[in-house]
């Protein structure tokens, strides 16, 4: 799983039990101050009166941003099976207001945005599982992507092996084949020995006939004498 050094550093405080929910995740990961309420502000679903004590964002937009980035994770990992979200008695109404500071010097302005997230997430928590540990102890590799990875190392192998045996294959071929050649070259004579067969029937002096002279370069031929045995051997120099 592609995940930024925030989400893997978000990850290891679930895993140590420092964040299980959207309200604990402020509280971890965004800083700010203690504040009292300016006024009376209505919200829809509760009243933050004066004097109200809440959490002043140091950042609110960047407090935003990593929040709905937590709750993005969350989903990942529920979905990969290393968390579950249970169900907790509703906190509607009941969740510490948070300000983000105002133009108005002395007051401090309620976050709405952040105030509906909370309210939204109000009776959710997460539930951390064994596979979250092992995820994290992985290298942050879920038991899938470890399968897919071991398969892709296996392949590599394979067909580095493949190739191997290829090269070998190639290189002996070549090797027998220049082994050929040199023997060739180093055996190789002008001289052809001709056998002819049934010699007594011509007693005289014979003839060797080219069949394609024109393919040959003959420097010379020396005829030998028919013998007393029954076969002759004539041979031929200056044959290419």
């Not at 592609?2 to 978000?10: W, Y």
């Not at 109200?52 to 994770?73: H, I, M, N, R």
């Not at 979905?79 to 109404?93: D, F, K, M, P, Y």
């Not at 006939?209 to 200056?238: F, H, K, R």
Request: proline share 3%.
């Amino acid at each position: 799983m592609k995940l930024t050094d925030f989400q893997r550093s978000i990850i290891a405080s679930i895993l140590h039990g420092q964040i299980n929910n959207a309200e604990t995740f402020l509280a971890v990961r965004c800083p700010g101050k203690r504040v009292q309420a300016v006024g009376t502000t209505l919200l829809g679903w509760r009243n933050i009166n004066h004097g109200e004590t809440g959490l002043l964002l140091d950042d609110g937009a960047v407090a935003y941003s990593q929040l709905k980035q937590f709750l993005s994770l969350w989903r990942r990992l529920e979905s990969a099976g290393l968390i579950n979200t249970v169900t907790t008695a509703s906190r509607v109404g009941t969740f510490e207001p948070i300000f983000k500071p105002s133009a108005q010097p002395n007051a401090n302005e309620v976050d709405r945005n952040i105030m509906t997230i909370l309210q939204q997430n109000a009776d959710r928590e997460i539930q951390t599982l064994p596979e979250l540990e092992d995820f994290v102890e992985h290298d942050y590799l879920t038991i899938d992507e470890r399968d897919k990875q071991a398969e892709a190392i296996d392949r590599r192998i394979a067909q580095r092996d493949t190739r191997r045996i290829a090269y070998w294959s190639i290189g002996i071929s070549v090797v027998v084949a220049l082994s050929g050649a040199i023997f060739n070259w180093l055996t190789y004579t002008t001289e052809r020995s001709v056998i002819i067969k049934n010699a007594s029937a011509f007693p005289d002096t014979q003839k060797v006939l080219l069949v394609n002279p024109s393919a040959l370069s003959v420097t010379n031929v020396l005829i030998v004498t028919v013998g007393s045995n029954d076969t002759t051997t004539v041979s031929v120099q200056g044959i290419k």
